[in-house]
């Protein structure tokens, strides 16, 4: 087996449709099909089966994409390595970042690395956490930047900043002006929250059940897509009280358009993690980039 019949493969596993990976890879069909029939002859399995208009893979299959992507990632880890070796700090850098990392810093990070290794190609993409985590077990990824704690074993992750969560009101709101707040009394108001699935709310609808309590949300807003700016908007127009990321109200806080409401017995924080996929970890380009965000991180004071 080559390396040309094992992307080819993989494109074909993952986007499920022998033509578009055709499309992709700009091979012809009939030179594609040959290429994944010699794979499957050569293993002597049945690597895809066709259901409806997709193809699916077998049993077979799945482990082989599995063992295709590391040998992949390998290979790819390899020419970086000897690039690096021979002075040509060139090449292709995949980012994702969840949406904490996406709207603090992670954007201005990426461009002030560009600037300083112009013969890097860097992809940013800002998504969840879950389908971040997801795609850099695939392969799509080099590094993320996770909002929560990567479950797979199959990734190294290295706590990166903690920030405290904190709970906002207009500052006219009669528990804004009070010292302290029982969570008993909070839980009373209505909120404004980020989608379901995202770690702030996670942790909030969590710590209220821990304690029998429930969240009164009179207004939902998707984080990834302006989220933020939406959440604080709403909350200073009276729609409701949030939680967020100290660091995302600093401004309005500063500025005196929204307040921070203390609550007695309430610590909650969020950490960002550097993530990246142990076959991967070695990379020199993943390296290049890992340093120049600690180092970014200690001289900009990114959040």
């Not at 790819?76 to 090449?91: M, P, V």
């Not at 909070?186 to 059940?209: C, H, P, Y």
Request: glycine share 8%; hydrophobic share 45%; net charge positive.
């Amino acid at each position: 087996m080559t390396l040309h019949q094992l992307k080819v493969f993989v494109a074909v596993a993952k986007l499920g449709s022998f033509t578009q990976a055709s499309e992709t890879l700009h091979i012809s069909q009939p030179s594609l099909s040959s290429l994944v029939s010699g794979l499957a002859r050569e293993l002597g399995a049945k690597l895809f089966e066709r259901l409806g208009n997709k193809m699916h893979l077998t049993t077979a299959g799945e482990r082989v994409l599995v063992r295709a992507e590391e040998i992949l990632a390998k290979a790819d880890g390899i020419k970086e390595e000897i690039g690096e070796l021979t002075g040509l700090k060139k090449g292709r850098i995949r980012v994702g970042g969840s949406g904490l990392s996406g709207a603090s810093f992670l954007t201005v990070a990426v461009q002030a690395f560009r600037k300083n290794n112009p013969e890097i190609d860097v992809f940013l993409k800002i998504e969840g956490s879950g389908v971040l985590e997801k795609q850099l077990l695939e392969g799509e990824l080099d590094l993320a930047m996770l909002g929560r704690q990567p479950q797979s074993s199959l990734l190294a992750r290295e706590p990166y900043h903690e920030e405290e969560v904190v709970a906002i009101a207009p500052p006219s709101h009669p528990l804004a002006k009070r010292r302290s707040v029982p969570l008993e009394l909070l839980a009373q108001e209505l909120f404004v929250m980020n989608n379901k699935g995202s770690v702030i709310r996670d942790t909030v609808e969590r710590t209220f059940a821990e304690r029998g309590l429930s969240l009164k949300i009179a207004l939902e807003v998707n984080i990834l897509f302006g989220g933020r700016d939406a959440i604080r908007a709403a909350v200073a127009n009276g729609l409701g009280i949030a939680f967020v990321t100290h660091c995302h109200a600093r401004a309005d806080i500063k500025a005196g358009r929204l307040k921070v409401v203390k609550v007695a017995d309430l610590k909650l924080r969020r950490t960002l993690y550097m993530a990246t996929h142990k076959n991967r970890q070695k990379s020199p380009l993943v390296q290049v980039l890992r340093d120049f965000l600690w180092t970014f991180k200690k001289a900009e004071g990114a959040f």
